[in-house]
């Protein structure tokens, strides 16, 4: 698989699967953790498609509670059709997709009375507890962050 497509592949299953741990949250740290992680991922998905110079505003998408993260899935399902079926990869089907899903999240702050900004900082602290002198695959495996709590 072409390179480009497996970090396109890397950043829509991080999408899903943090999304998941977000619905799945039991407490309001835990929640904003998983959705720092989602802009993480998200940021991951721009960059492959977009310079950052010309980014969208988001905006609250307009969803109801229960429909914030379903969307979610749709930038894994673009990729997959990419790998699986050997297709062209479609630059704007994706980068559409995302922009579904960074505008879901702006509805889930509101919904949750966050902001963008709350959770970009603490998702930057959590990345730098973790990472105190850059990634390593050690680090990641490590999670440093998280020595302490109860699993």
Do not use: C
Not at 20 to 30: D, F, G, K
Not at 62 to 90: C, M, S
Not at 133 to 150: I, L, S
Request: net charge negative; aromatic share 8%; proline share 4%.
């Amino acid at each position: 698989m072409p390179t480009r497509l497996l970090s396109l592949l890397h950043a829509a299953i991080g999408i899903a699967g943090e999304a998941l741990e977000a619905a799945n949250a039991v407490t309001r740290e835990h929640g904003i953790e998983e959705l720092g992680d989602i802009e993480f991922y998200l940021e991951a998905g721009y960059h492959l498609v977009l310079p950052s110079d010309l980014r969208p505003n988001r905006q609250a998408s307009g969803h109801t509670r229960f429909q914030t993260l379903e969307n979610a899935g749709i930038p894994l399902d673009i990729v997959k059709k990419a790998w699986v079926y050997n297709r062209p990869f479609n630059d704007t089907h994706f980068l559409q997709s995302l922009n579904v899903v960074a505008n879901d999240l702006e509805e889930l702050y509101h919904l949750a009375g966050f902001t963008q900004a709350l959770v970009l900082s603490a998702n930057i602290e959590k990345l730098a507890r973790r990472y105190p002198v850059g990634y390593t695959d050690e680090a990641a495996q490590a999670r440093a962050d998280k020595q302490g709590e109860v699993k």
